[in-house]
């Protein structure tokens, strides 16, 4: 019912920035929660970020925290990921989602869209 498009990823070096940017379409997403969620190569999807329906609170993993911001727009039927001070290891294949909840959702079982992902590459 949902349709989500992540894009903004990209090549950049340690230290410098990403902005992502998640399109929803099918239905507004201003009931759902949504989260940022990652998966490098070799490893299993992992929370990055959610945020509550209304932009209100947010939750934010502790590799992440104080260095990307999760926001929404929810008139544009958008979800974002500000990514500040990229380090090599935030190389990931990033996934947007979106959950019935309309709080902050951090497990993955409760989200029930998914993106196709945009790759981040973080070059040392």
């Known amino acids: 019912q949902v349709q989500l498009v992540e894009s903004g990823g990209g090549l950049v070096q340690a230290g410098g920035s990403l902005a992502l940017s998640c399109a929803a379409s099918?239905?507004?997403?201003?009931?759902?929660?949504m989260g940022w969620f990652r998966q490098a190569a070799g490893k299993e999807r992992q929370f990055v970020a959610a945020?509550?329906?209304?932009?209100?609170?947010?939750y934010y993993a502790d590799s992440v925290k104080g260095r990307f911001t999760i926001s929404r727009d929810n008139a544009k039927n958008t979800l974002y990921l500000q990514m500040n001070s990229l380090k090599p290891e935030d190389t990931a294949l990033y996934y947007c989602?979106?959950?019935?909840?309309?709080?902050?959702?951090?497990?993955?079982?409760?989200?029930?869209?998914w993106g196709q992902g945009t790759q981040v590459t973080v070059s040392s």
């Open positions: 099918g239905r507004p997403i201003n009931t759902y929660g």
């Open positions: 945020i509550s329906s209304s932009g209100t609170s947010s």
């Open positions: 989602a979106a959950s019935p909840a309309f709080g902050v959702v951090r497990s993955q079982r409760l989200y029930n869209y």
